[in-house]
């Protein structure tokens, strides 16, 4: 039985895979830090995403490596946790790296995550994978990322590249976040409400994973994200009319300032700022998405 590896594999989105994984027939191991919150079909293996150890053993054999390790971007940005989020996915990466050259036969294929975030925060320009990279903290992670990626996969292992957009899923993710505030009538225009939300379904999300582990052609950067990104406006008013809510309080960009590191603590940037991403290299290769509009994405998931 093919055996994939999902580092980094313990989140919302990693269990999501896995499941995935399993139903099209896959063996899953999973390495992470601490055990998944819920049982699932997988195995789970600990690493601590820097050192090389006995965890490099779950490696030997397997038909393909998924590395979707990094601290959550969803904090308060002190200098800690700013080192936290870009040496965990250096790290991880580049230990992968290691482990892989001690194997006798590489992995044939190694899915990278990175981050639609490279692009920075154009107002209205839509980006594409050949579009210029943005300025400041997450354009200088996603970076680091894709360069400590480049220096460690194997030669002779095809590398994928996914630079994911905001990931819209039932079992965690800031769509539940933002399901919450909606429940409550606070679900309404943040900040100025024209900051890009690009967006991909869970179910396409895996999808696209799949694809990226089984399809021989597929190599080097993607950005995952639904060919139709929409506005925080927009975004918002789709979320409160799938969960019935006709009422959605704004939330001005000094209210966010104030409130996201204080009540959510979180950074207020993620709210405030945005991008539009759309994925030239997809549309081109034919990869047809189950949910292309935001209504009947979210619809589904609410």
Request: with cysteine; hydrophobic share 40%.
């Amino acid at each position: 039985m093919n055996t994939i590896v999902i580092a980094g594999g313990s989140g919302f989105l990693g269990r999501s895979l896995a499941h995935h994984l399993h139903g099209a027939g896959k063996r899953v191991v999973i390495l992470s830090r601490s055990a998944p919150k819920t049982e699932g079909p997988w195995t789970h293996t600990r690493w601590d995403g820097r050192t090389l150890a006995d965890w490099a053993s779950a490696l030997e054999g397997c038909s393909a490596i998924v590395n979707l390790a990094g601290r959550t971007v969803d904090c308060v940005k002190t200098p800690d946790h700013i080192d936290e989020i870009l040496r965990s996915r250096v790290d991880s990466t580049r230990v992968l790296g290691e482990a892989c050259a001690r194997m006798g036969t590489p992995p044939p294929v190694w899915v990278q995550m990175s981050t639609a975030h490279l692009y920075g925060d154009p107002p209205t320009a839509v980006c594409t994978e050949s579009s210029p990279f943005g300025l400041g903290l997450a354009p200088d992670v996603g970076r680091a990322w894709e360069a400590e990626f480049a220096k460690a996969k194997p030669e002779g292992t095809r590398g994928v590249v996914l630079r994911t957009s905001f990931v819209i899923g039932k079992g965690g993710g800031a769509l539940s976040r933002l399901a919450g505030l909606t429940r409550f009538g606070l679900g309404g225009t943040v900040g100025s409400g024209t900051q890009g939300m690009s967006w991909i379904h869970e179910r396409d999300m895996n999808r696209l994973f799949e694809r990226a582990i089984t399809d021989e052609s597929m190599t080097g950067p993607y950005i995952a994200s639904a060919p139709n990104p929409v506005n925080n406006r927009d975004f918002m008013r789709t979320l409160r009319k799938a969960m019935k809510m006709p009422i959605g309080l704004p939330a001005f960009s000094w209210m966010v300032r104030l409130g996201a590191p204080l009540v959510l603590k979180t950074d207020p940037e993620l709210a405030l700022y945005g991008r539009y991403v759309v994925s030239e290299r997809l549309e081109g290769e034919g990869f047809v998405f189950e949910f292309p509009e935001l209504a009947g994405a979210v619809k589904d998931l609410v």
